[in-house]
Nanobody, 126 residues
């Protein structure tokens, strides 16, 4: 049984920082690419960042480049999203997900991910 549990969300002022964590179990973590997605009210779920298996390569959506950093700690089976210089438009529920195929590269496609966490709310105030 694969389980992903996000944590670290909260309320922060614009310009501030948060670090999200995603603890994974039930799958050999290091063999799968993983991703962070977000969904704001009335909007579709969108990819924020992805990291390949073993954490070799990363991919970022344009709207977070230079502000967010994705990383993973294979020893802890945990993925992170460091979010700096937060903006009001970053307000959303953030989800972590694991790629459905082992030894996978980064992917921006929602359809490539098969297990999802429950989400953690990030709210950025002005």
């Amino acid at each position: 049984q694969v389980q992903l549990v996000e944590s670290g969300g909260g309320l922060v002022q614009a310009g501030g920082s948060l670090r999200l964590s995603c603890a994974a179990s039930g799958r050999t973590f290091r063999r799968y690419a993983m991703g962070w997605f977000r969904q704001a009210p009335t909007k579709e779920r969108e990819l924020v960042a992805s990291i390949s298996w073993r954490g070799v390569t990363t991919y970022y959506a344009d709207f977070v480049k230079g502000r967010f950093t994705i990383s993973s700690d294979n020893a802890k089976n945990t993925m992170y999203l460091q979010m700096n210089t937060l903006k009001r438009e970053d307000t959303a529920v953030y989800y972590c997900a694991t790629h459905k195929s082992p030894y996978s590269a980064t992917s921006s496609s929602y359809a490539d991910y098969d297990y999802w966490g429950q989400g953690t709310q990030v709210t950025v105030s002005s």
